[in-house]
């Protein structure tokens, strides 16, 4: 068991840049260029850690121990993920407690955004309060109708390979469908928000780190492709749930599902233009409304039988 | 007495011709002819003609007679009252006078500095809820310094105001005191990515002044380079946009496209941008039989990509969504603050100085207006589409007609006490330069007013009202030159 779980930290710890590499490639293949190499978030964060930080005068402690403490609490969060198999942290409730330390992280990094007061920087904050608030109802439609069909509040269950084959059930097809733009929105992925643009005016995650640099910076780029790992992790699942089989078996599988939610992102992000700001809540209530059939879906299913 | 002199565009006037009205009949005749917008002003500047008199030249444009109207006034007391009062599209001429040779048009209603010499208090709006956003003169990109004060309340702009100005190099003033081979490479720097449309500005300017006809052919490949400009400009600001709405495939296609027409300039006078292609008399560097056909075969390759690209670019929802409605200048707003190029066709405003001030080849030659009707981001992106498929027909037309001339000539003397005023649309809009020569025929006076000198205040009305998120994307749309608009 300890092996098992060392395995799911170690995958959790050592994979995340990966996949924000194929997703730029998948991206700029489509856009006729090489692009940078599948590796380069880990060049960018090593460069990054060996470089010294600059802080700005405006800034108190919140800043600096934003970076490690959300990084922290992301790898907490993803502890709790059958990964390659299934956590040994689990208890009946633990998708609340999975939630809320997603919630916690974000509720940092606007903080830290405001300790800089800098006008983007503040405007970045609103945003991302906004749209977190709005899309964490989606999130709990969704975990609320896999808990319904588990009958379970606890992770480990809702995504390991028990009694329930999901891919058939039409109501987890919407659940994917609806948490695949949830996790675009947590994400701030394309088309809600542009991980590349360098314009401060319209950027959401972006403009709230623009003030940290060095190793600071390095590690919120990790934290974030880990945040990324774990929400593509959690859409494959949906879908495709843990398989209760060998570990390295449970690897592989697990390899082969976030990098096919990958490759399906950049092909998202390369045929989408950004939706304007102003309609993201529409796209929200949206992916919300969705969620809200797959539930609707779900109860009549359980009379039913 | 007349009140105007009429001009046509680059052909020259003698100085005496300009009616000297007083003030309050200057005024009232430049009111009368601009209220209802049948006459525009192009250009206002002034000279010093003793310590206490400044005499002050207003130039109207007529877009359907295709005439240029001009009419003086001395003033004595170093004021006026302001023509902004009535007339909505002289305030920045007012205020540039004002700053530059000090005349006061007394009533205007902000006689806020145009280029950042001096401190300047900005706008505000009082209230808890508003905040300010302050971006520039230092920019996250590679562009040019600029400052942009927002006024918001959320996401919601109520005002947008720009400050210009820091890269001022009085370039006016250097064309005066140079000699006549370095004014050639000062017009061709007065911004950067026009190099073919002010150098041309120039040329007609000096030839005008020397009454120099210059050969079929120069004036043909002229065109040539003006058009190539044009297409590979469009597509660089297409891209642009396609890459601030995140649509990468369009975004680097069409940065690679772009690279092909500027590769043409290349191989026709050895720089991208087309710089030390012209002088006045016709062209430095002449199109070879060999060139021709290239010019043909790479312009037919290249533009059935770029046709492939915009149909991919015009045909996907999200991106027409993201550009549908966003920054929308109503036409009533683009006649009162006097926009032209292709902000001001994007809002249904027939203003293309090929097509009513010809000058050079398209004299001969018809221009058709490429026209949208929205005043948004797609309008004017729509505009830039349509401009590169009539600019590739043009290109057509002109290498079909190449006869076989000499290209170059010597300029005789310029003619003494003219003036002389001189129209190209450029890419971003027409481009204005104004020459006028001494009693000794020499140039004293050199006025020049880039595009976006009229424009930038459109964009800064794009934003009211709109959302703080679309600034790029406007911004984009209407890529403005600040070094045109600084000098």
Redesign the interface.
């Known amino acids: 068991m300890e092996y098992n779980f060392l395995c799911n930290i170690f995958i959790l710890i050592v994979m995340p840049p990966f996949f924000v590499g194929v997703i730029n490639r998948v991206k700029s293949i489509i856009a006729g260029r090489t692009g940078p190499p599948i590796l380069q978030l880990y060049h960018d964060i090593f460069k990054l850690i060996k470089k010294n930080a600059v802080y700005s005068r405006s800034t108190s402690c919140i800043f600096r121990i934003v970076p490690l403490t959300s990084l922290l609490i992301v790898l907490c969060a993803g502890m709790l993920l059958p990964i390659a198999s299934p956590s040994p942290i689990s208890f009946q409730g633990d998708v609340i407690l999975f939630v809320y330390l997603f919630a916690l992280a974000r509720f940092l990094t606007i903080t830290a955004a405001l300790d800089t007061a800098s006008s983007f920087e503040g405007m970045g904050a609103s945003r991302e309060a906004t749209y977190g608030a709005l899309s964490e109802i989606t999130i709990f439609i969704v975990l609320m109708t896999l808990v319904i069909i588990v009958k379970s509040l606890s992770l480990n269950k809702m995504l390991t390979h028990g009694q329930n084959v999901f891919v058939a059930d039409p109501s987890v097809i919407l659940l994917f469908l609806a948490f695949f733009f949830i996790m675009l929105t947590e994400n701030s992925r394309m088309p809600i928000d542009d991980p590349h643009t360098h314009l401060e005016l319209t950027m959401i995650h972006e403009v709230m780190i623009l003030d940290y640099s060095g190793p600071d910076l390095g590690i919120i780029l990790y934290g974030a492709s880990i945040k990324l790992f774990v929400f593509m992790a959690f859409t494959a699942m949906i879908i495709f749930p843990c398989s209760e089989g060998p570990v390295w078996a449970g690897t592989g599988i697990l390899f082969l599902k976030v990098l096919a939610v990958s490759i399906m992102t950049g092909l998202v992000e390369s045929f989408t233009a950004r939706i304007k700001l102003i309609r993201i809540p529409q796209m929200l209530i949206a992916s919300f409304v969705l969620t809200l059939f797959a539930l609707l879906i779900t109860l009549f299913d359980q009379r039913m039988l | 007495m007349k009140n105007f002199a009429v001009f046509k565009n680059a052909t020259m006037g003698h100085e005496e011709s300009i009616p000297i009205l007083n003030i309050g009949e200057w005024r009232s005749r430049i009111v009368d002819a601009c209220s209802d917008h049948s006459a525009r002003i192009i250009s206002m500047f002034g000279d010093r003609k003793s310590a206490s008199t400044i005499r002050l030249f207003c130039v109207l444009a007529s877009d359907l007679k295709g005439e240029l109207l001009v009419s003086a006034t001395d003033i004595t007391d170093g004021s006026y009252p302001s023509l902004t009062v009535n007339l909505t599209e002289a305030h920045l001429f007012e205020r540039e006078l004002y700053e530059d040779l000090g005349v006061l048009p007394q009533g205007h209603p902000w006689l806020k500095p145009v280029r950042a010499t001096q401190k300047h208090s900005f706008y505000s709006i009082k209230g808890d809820a508003i905040?300010?956003?302050?971006?520039g003169p230092v920019h996250?990109?590679v562009i040019e310094p600029g400052h942009f004060r927002f006024l918001c309340h959320?996401?919601k702009v109520f005002n947008l105001e720009i400050m210009l100005g820091y890269q001022r190099r009085g370039i006016e003033e250097l064309i005066v005191s140079a000699s006549p081979l370095k004014r050639m490479v000062l017009a061709e720097s007065i911004a950067g990515d026009s190099v073919i449309s002010h150098g041309l500005c120039y040329c007609h300017a000096i030839e005008g002044l020397a009454m120099r006809k210059i050969s079929h052919r120069a004036r043909a490949i002229r065109g040539i380079a003006l058009e190539i400009e044009r297409i590979a400009n469009h597509i660089g600001d297409l891209g642009a946009l396609?890459n601030?709405?995140?649509?990468?495939?369009v975004?680097?296609?069409f940065g690679?496209i772009r690279a092909d027409f500027l590769n043409l300039l290349m191989e026709l006078c050895g720089n991208r941008f087309g710089r030390s292609l012209l002088c006045p008399g016709g062209l430095r560097f002449d199109l070879t039989r060999e060139m021709e056909t290239t010019f043909r075969v790479q312009i037919e390759k290249s533009m059935q990509k770029v046709n492939d690209v915009l149909d991919i670019m015009f045909s996907?929802s999200?991106?027409l969504?993201?550009l549908d409605n966003?920054g929308v200048v109503t036409q009533d707003i683009a006649k009162k603050t006097g926009m032209v190029g292709v902000a001001a066709r994007a809002c249904n405003l027939m203003r293309d100085a090929r097509a009513n001030h010809p000058s050079g080849i398209y004299r001969s030659k018809k221009t058709v207006i490429a026209r949208a009707s929205s005043g948004d981001v797609f309008a004017r992106a729509r505009v830039r589409a349509l401009e590169i498929k009539k600019s590739h027909e043009l290109i057509g037309e002109f290498l079909n007609k190449l006869p076989t001339e000499k290209v170059c000539f010597s300029i005789n003397a310029l003619n003494p006490s003219a003036m002389v005023i001189s129209l190209v649309e450029g890419f971003r809009g027409e481009t204005v330069h104004i020459a006028r020569t001494n009693a000794h025929a020499g140039i004293f006076q050199y006025k020049i007013v880039d595009p976006s000198f009229h424009n930038w205040t459109g964009l800064e009305m794009a934003l009211r009202d709109g959302?703080?998120?679309?600034?790029?994307?406007c911004n984009k749309s209407f890529n403005l030159s600040y070094a045109g608009h600084d000098l």
């Open positions: 905040h300010e956003v302050a971006v996250a990109g959320g996401e396609a601030d709405v995140g649509f990468l495939p975004a680097s296609y690679a996907t999200s991106v969504a993201r966003t959302q703080i998120s679309d600034f790029p994307l």
